[in-house]
């Protein structure tokens, strides 16, 4: 298998800037996955912060320990929430696809140099 296409499935499948590891491109490697990682743990945090809020809600008898009232809970966020989350959300599909566009072109040129025995 080529080192372009090993490069883009790393990054794809493992994480972004995997295939850039592989290639031996540890800045933009190191770059991308700190780039998607906060990313990810941004989008977690809030997820666990707002189940954290609900669980407390429950706890102090605020709202019934009902599954459709919790579902209503958790399936209406604020919208300054809902914004950060859908721009996050944003940053790391972008992330990841130029993880896996990078790492292919960067893999593919070096098997262009490969084949002509640079």
């Not at 994480?15 to 998607?36: E, W």
């Not at 912060?49 to 102090?60: D, N, P």
């Amino acid at each position: 298998m080529k080192k372009s296409m090993k490069a883009a499935l790393l990054s794809a499948f493992v994480f972004p800037g995997a295939g850039h590891f592989f290639l031996k491109k540890h800045i933009t490697g190191a770059i991308l996955a700190g780039a998607t990682f906060a990313s990810l743990y941004f989008l977690v945090s809030r997820m666990v912060e707002r189940a954290l809020q609900i669980t407390e809600k429950i706890q102090r008898g605020d709202i019934q320990l009902d599954i459709a009232a919790i579902t209503e809970l958790v399936s209406k966020p604020t919208s300054t929430e809902t914004l950060l989350l859908n721009i996050t959300s944003a940053i790391l599909i972008v992330f990841w696809i130029i993880g896996i566009a990078d790492s292919y072109r960067i893999g593919h040129t070096q098997d262009k140099g490969d084949v002509t025995g640079g």
